[in-house]
């Protein structure tokens, strides 16, 4: 399925003060979305950056947002880092052009594209203050968000708070960063929104900006893979190695000790072994001075279904 990502960065304002780190987020992470961790293409990535080619005006914004939806299927990931206000309205991305009064694009725009769009699946991931706003439309309730099926959000704070700016980056996409190169990748390599959004939240304390994260979806569709903890053909041999979830069996002590020596089919079960138990999807506990008793962990018996019933 094709995937297409537009990314906007904006340290450069005419009216309000300039930012150091925007430009830093967006090429940072247009250079992991590009890629999968081993190389083979993930998102078809746009970079707008302000100071760059183009001023990024209300009108030229706009004009790409319509031009990420348009007609296309697929997933759609959109990042933005740079200046964000709130008004009686709603929240607002500040464009390169924007101005007290008139600041850039409603946050809300954004989402209404989102959701009137053909994608199958969508990413808003805001980097700016006030970014909570997005998904929460001023005609609604308060604490109600209008998200259809399909569309995450991801902000960097709440709706009444800032975001800030350290090293280089924004705080949140640093976190974001770290998240998408393999800090919040499951065992199978695979990092989803949800993910990002645990491993961000985590690390940001209650004095902390808070951040946000709103999604209306049926699955957990990665958004990037990273190596995994355990290759998928070593865990579709769990339901080989243990006749039910909770079976057992026994291993040799002397295994790890002479593993050089042992026979080639010995020394590879033995290291898939080690693999599982590394990865905490299996324990190996003394059971008598001769052997030792493999057991399946809680998550490693959830992968044995898996892998039982052909999901992986």
Known sequence: MPRRALLVGLNRYD??????????????????????????????????TSPGKHKITRKFLRA?????????????????????TPTKVGGYLVTEDG???????AMNDLLTLANNSEARRVV????????????????LPQREAQIREGV????????????????????????????????????????????????????????DQRPVY??????????RRCEPSVPDDVLRK?????????????????????EASAKPEDAERFAEIKLLRNARLLTIEAADAESRAVHLTPLGQLYWRLALQENI
């Not at 101005?99 to 694009?105: A, I, N, Q, V």
């Not at 979806?217 to 958004?223: G, N």
Request: charged share 20%; glycine share 10%.
């Open 15 to 48: 009216d309000l003060p300039d930012l150091e780190g925007c430009v830093n987020d967006a090429r940072a992470m247009q250079e992991l979305l590009a890629r999968q961790y081993d190389g083979y293409r993930n998102y078809h990535c746009q970079i707008l």
């Open 64 to 84: 790409k947002w319509v031009e990420l939806f348009d007609s296309f299927d697929g997933d759609v990931l959109f990042y933005f880092s740079g200046h964000g």
């Open 99 to 105: 101005e007290r009064g008139d600041p850039g694009l």
């Open 124 to 139: 808003l991931i805001l980097d700016c203050c006030f970014s909570g706003h997005l998904g929460n439309p001023p005609n």
């Open 152 to 207: 995450t959000v991801l902000a960097a704070s709440r709706a009444t708070q800032s975001a800030a700016e350290a090293g280089g980056h924004g705080v949140f996409t640093r976190l974001l960063l770290e998240a998408l190169n393999g800090g919040a990748a499951d065992i199978r390599g695979r990092v989803t929104a949800a993910s990002i959004y645990a491993y961000v939240e985590q690390a940001l304390g209650p004095w």
């Open 214 to 223: 709103k999604s209306n979806a049926d699955r957990l569709s990665p958004i």
């Open 238 to 258: 769990l339901p080989q190695m243990f006749e039910k979830p909770e079976s057992a069996f026994r291993v040799d002590p002397s295994f790890e000790r002479n």
